[in-house]
């Protein structure tokens, strides 16, 4: 059944945890993106020892801001501090409901004077974009969707050039030496003769660069840069490997959208589409309350607490001047027993007795919002967000959320 709303749908089926859990969408979808260029385990190992090339144009949402409010907009929604937000700047925008739990978070580029975009997963720009339209602002939005909902081509190519080699690989496709770009700070570098923006960024904890231009020009631009890092190991990374960088660099992607029950919420409910992502999202895992609220998660919870700035008024500043006080979780790596992992396996070579639940690699999502219980001594003390295989650690990871 196809309903109109978020809202629509919640009414439907009453309970926001029976309408995610029985979701028939399965992971977050990294569309358009060959699987594997050589094969996932080499793709891990160039970001960590020699050059990866990431084509992220096709899984995130753009959403562009522009007008003489749209600073304040952003401001008024945003944890994050605005004072001396210049041009060419960029930042991990966060974006919270009135109780301190975050809706979502995506990366805003400061474009232009009075033009930015945010760029990500949808809930961030889809908060953003419905405040807009029904908050009286001077400003106006344009989306650009992901791929798997875009029924048209991109406006915009995304690549970034990642590990111990960026530094020489750009510095052959630019032929000049790279300037000093200050991390999350943006210069404009020629390339197979297009001026694009470069972005100074690290995803895996390694020297980087993003780049991103007019569509038309991401081919030339790509097969460029693959050219000049020839002599540097490059290598082109798949979209099995790709979602993987966020258990390096420690980013949980997917925490679920504290939206679902809140009264002061019901207006934004209704706006998004009965297909919206925040409708259509899969909740999965051995976590498993009724509750809706057991779900969300703060920004200290994700670990941005250093972003949380209370020099302006915002939505959830009242609350999170409080949980800052006293923060309860924390955000925290899992290592999984080499040994545990290996007998999961081994069950499946087994005739008689219990097969485990089949570990899938590098990525051992299968929900969209993957949460699994982590427990201690038998107690319940904490989330687990995000799991996969790292080959430079030889180790299956977790992101987690768990009790101080």
Known sequence: MSHRSLEDALRSVGNPVDLLRNSQIGPYAFPV??????????????????????????????????????????????????????????????????????????????????????????????????????????????????????????????????????????????????????????????????????????????????????????????????????????RQVGSRAYPTTCLESGWIPSPLPAIYVDEQLKDYRQWLGGKSYEAMASLGGSFDSSDITDYYLTPYDLGYGPFVKFDHEFVGREALEKIALNPKRQKVTLVWNGDDVARVFGSLFQHGGEIAKYIDLPLANYASLPYDKVTRNGKNVGLSTYTGYIYNERAMISLAVVEK
């Open 33 to 234: 993106v060959p699987s594997e260029f050589t094969n996932w385990r080499d793709e891990q190992r160039s970001w960590r020892e020699t050059c990866a090339l990431f084509d992220q144009s096709h899984h995130m949402t753009d959403v562009y801001i522009e007008g003489p409010d749209a600073l304040k907009l952003l401001s008024d929604l945003g944890v994050n501090s605005f004072k001396n937000f210049k041009v060419n700047q960029a930042k991990q925008f966060v974006a919270c409901n009135h109780q301190g739990y975050v809706i979502g978070d995506a990366i805003l580029f400061h474009l232009d004077e009075q033009r930015f975009s945010l760029v990500g997963r949808p809930p961030a720009g889809n908060w953003v974009q419905y405040n807009l339209e029904t908050g009286g602002y001077s400003a106006v939005a344009e989306r650009d969707e992901r791929s798997a909902v875009n029924q048209g081509r991109r406006k915009v190519f995304r690549y970034q050039v990642q590990g111990p080699n960026a530094l020489r690989v750009m510095e052959k496709v630019t032929r000049k030496p790279v300037p000093d770009i200050r991390f999350f700070n943006m210069d404009v570098l020629s390339i197979a003769g297009h001026d694009i923006r470069a972005l100074r960024h690290g995803m895996v904890g390694q020297p980087g660069w993003e780049l991103f231009g007019p569509w038309e020009q991401g081919d030339e631009v790509r097969d460029a840069i693959v050219a000049a890092g020839q002599a540097y190991g490059i």
